[in-house]
């Protein structure tokens, strides 16, 4: 059974900083593409950050600059470093995971930027 388990989420000041991580248990870790979305209150799930087997990144063009995502394999933990946060990134911040159709998420961790 394929488990993503978030942390890291809480309150920032715009400006601030915070990190997220994944712990994956189920797949062999190493092998996947790990993924973190948001989704705002009132709108839909989005896309931030991708992080493949081989180590290449992709972002959002909203968090580019901003949000560094990371693995370390040997930990099967997967992570999102955001910083310069904005209130607009005020969010539910899920980690995921993709196999062909199938996808995983986490249960998410709540991210508020406010002064």
């Known amino acids: 059974q394929v488990q993503l388990v978030e942390s890291g989420g809480g309150l920032a000041q715009p400006g601030g900083s915070l990190r997220l991580s994944c712990v994956v248990s189920?797949?062999?870790?190493?092998?996947?593409?790990m993924y973190w979305d948001r989704q705002a209150p009132g709108k839909e799930r989005e896309f931030m950050a991708a992080?493949?087997?081989?180590?290449?990144?992709r972002y959002s063009d909203s968090v580019k600059g901003r949000f560094t995502i990371s693995r370390d394999d040997a930990k099967n933990t997967h992570y999102l470093q955001m910083n310069n946060l904005k209130p607009e990134d005020t969010a539910v911040y899920y980690c995921?995971?993709?196999?062909?159709?199938?996808?995983?998420w986490g249960k998410g961790t709540l991210v508020t930027v406010s002064s």
């Open positions: 995921r995971t993709v196999s062909g159709d199938l996808r995983w």
């Open positions: 189920g797949i062999r870790f190493s092998a996947y593409g």
């Open positions: 992080i493949f087997s081989d180590g290449k990144t």
